[in-house]
Nanobody, 117 residues
Framework: QVQLVESGGGLVQPGGSLRLSCAAS????????MAWHRRVPGKERGLVAA???????RYADSVKGRFTISRDNAKEMVYLQMNNLKPEDTAVYYC???????????WGQGTQVTVSS
C-alpha cells in the first residue's frame, strides 16, 4: 500500500522557519512528481510547490522566494523549507505523489502549520 507520511508542522512566529518532510513508501519514487499543497478552513486545497523526478520545480506566487521544495530520491523523501513565514501561511499542508505514468495521486494525512505571535 502506497503511503505518504508528513512531519515537521507546528506553531511558529511570523518571520520564523519550518521544514516539512514527507516520507514515501511502497511507490516507485522516481516516476512520481512530488508536491506540497495546503488547505485553509473554508477554502479549497491549493498547490504550494512541486518537484519533478529530475528536479524541476514550480511554486505558487505567494511563496516564491520564501519556500524551497527538494527531494532525495535515494531516501524517498521530499521536503519543504519554509522561511519568513507569514500568518497567511497557516494551513494544513499535504504531501502528494503523482505517478506520471498512471496519472494517479496519493496523498498524505496532512500536517498543521500555524504562524502566529
Amino acid at each position: 500500500q502506497v503511503q505518504l507520511v508528513e512531519s515537521g508542522g507546528g506553531l511558529v512566529q511570523p518571520g520564523g522557519s519550518l521544514r516539512l518532510s514527507c516520507a514515501a513508501s511502497n511507490i516507485v519514487f522516481n516516476i512520481n512528481t512530488m508536491a506540497w499543497h495546503r488547505r485553509v478552513p473554508g477554502k479549497e486545497r491549493g498547490l504550494v510547490a512541486a518537484i519533478g523526478s529530475g528536479g524541476t520545480t514550480r511554486y505558487a506566487d505567494s511563496v516564491k522566494g520564501r519556500f524551497t521544495i527538494s527531494r532525495d530520491n535515494a531516501k524517498e523523501m521530499v521536503y519543504l523549507q519554509m522561511n519568513n513565514l507569514k500568518p497567511e501561511d497557516t494551513a494544513v499542508y499535504y504531501c502528494e505523489a503523482h505517478n506520471v505514468l498512471s496519472g494517479q495521486s496519493t496523498w498524505g494525512q496532512g500536517t498543521q502549520v500555524t504562524v502566529s505571535s
